[in-house]
């Protein structure tokens, strides 16, 4: 008989948690909704936009979070009970996206409000030291065995992960030299100074008096 594998104990348990997963992630979204409430009701202009976007984590995703860890990236088979699941701080999570960027001081606020002691992890460009994102995580009230994850993201910067996801952030192996060449990742960080540029250029032009 084939002895079992790390990642086939990993598939097992990931099944079994994961009602306690969905569970959470019910859990955060209705949190994280009532949160941002108040400011979704003062939202006037046609442009202005609060979004959450709410997942939980895939099985294979959430193997590869793990294995990713390794100093080698890959699992020691003599130590499966060294790879837990539950030890991740994303299984269940939501992105708040926010335009314009000015609102997101309240959103921070709010979200810190209702998701008290919960431990800080931003997304910064380690070129520049621009926070690209907002994220936290812990646990919810009602389910202590799942960590869960928000984050809190400038709408244009969100939108553009949604392309540059699976082409930079977790590549196909025939990518991932492509996606480490230095002007690769040049092209990425203007990409971002971009985004934040013509936020800022866009909020000081409808903040202009008109006459």
């Given at each position: 008989?084939t002895a079992r594998t790390v990642e086939d104990r990993l598939r097992e348990a990931y099944?079994?948690?994961?009602?306690?997963?969905?569970?959470?992630?019910?859990?955060?979204?209705?949190?994280?909704?009532?949160?941002?409430?108040?400011?979704?009701?003062?939202?006037?202009?046609?442009?202005?936009?609060?979004?959450?976007?709410?997942?939980?984590?895939?099985?294979?995703?959430?193997?590869?979070?793990?294995?990713?860890?390794?100093?080698?990236?890959?699992?020691?088979?003599?130590?499966?009970e060294k790879y837990r699941l539950d030890s991740l701080p994303d299984l269940a999570g939501?992105?708040?996206?926010?335009?314009?960027?000015?609102?997101?001081?309240?959103?921070?606020?709010?979200?810190?409000?209702?998701?008290?002691?919960?431990?800080?992890?931003?997304?910064?460009?380690?070129?520049?030291?621009?926070?690209?994102?907002?994220?936290?995580?812990?646990?919810?009230?009602?389910?202590?065995?799942?960590?869960?994850?928000?984050?809190?993201?400038?709408?244009?910067?969100?939108?553009?992960?949604?392309?540059?996801?699976?082409?930079?952030?977790?590549?196909?192996?025939?990518?991932?030299?492509?996606?480490?060449?230095?002007?690769?990742?040049?092209?990425?960080?203007?990409?971002?100074?971009?985004?934040?540029?013509?936020?800022?250029?866009?909020?000081?032009?409808?903040?202009?008096?008109?006459?």
């Open positions: 008989m099944f079994s948690l994961l009602p306690d997963v969905r569970a959470a992630l019910v859990e955060l979204e209705a949190m994280a909704s009532y949160a941002v409430m108040p400011i979704r009701l003062q939202l006037k202009q046609r442009h202005e936009r609060l979004v959450l976007r709410s997942r939980v984590k895939e099985c294979e995703s959430a193997i590869g979070s793990l294995q990713r860890k390794e100093e080698a990236k890959q699992f020691d088979p003599s130590q499966p939501t992105r708040v996206f926010v335009f314009p960027s000015a609102r997101i001081e309240s959103v921070r606020e709010a979200m810190e409000s209702a998701f008290p002691n919960w431990t800080a992890d931003h997304v910064v460009d380690p070129t520049t030291g621009l926070v690209l994102a907002w994220k936290h995580h812990g646990f919810c009230p009602g389910n202590p065995h799942v960590r869960c994850e928000y984050q809190i993201v400038p709408m244009l910067i969100g939108l553009f992960w949604d392309v540059e996801h699976a082409a930079i952030y977790k590549p196909d192996r025939n990518l991932i030299g492509v996606t480490r060449a230095p002007l690769m990742q040049e092209r990425t960080r203007q990409v971002y100074e971009a985004l934040k540029d013509f936020e800022e250029e866009f909020t000081r032009q409808i903040e202009a008096p008109r006459g």
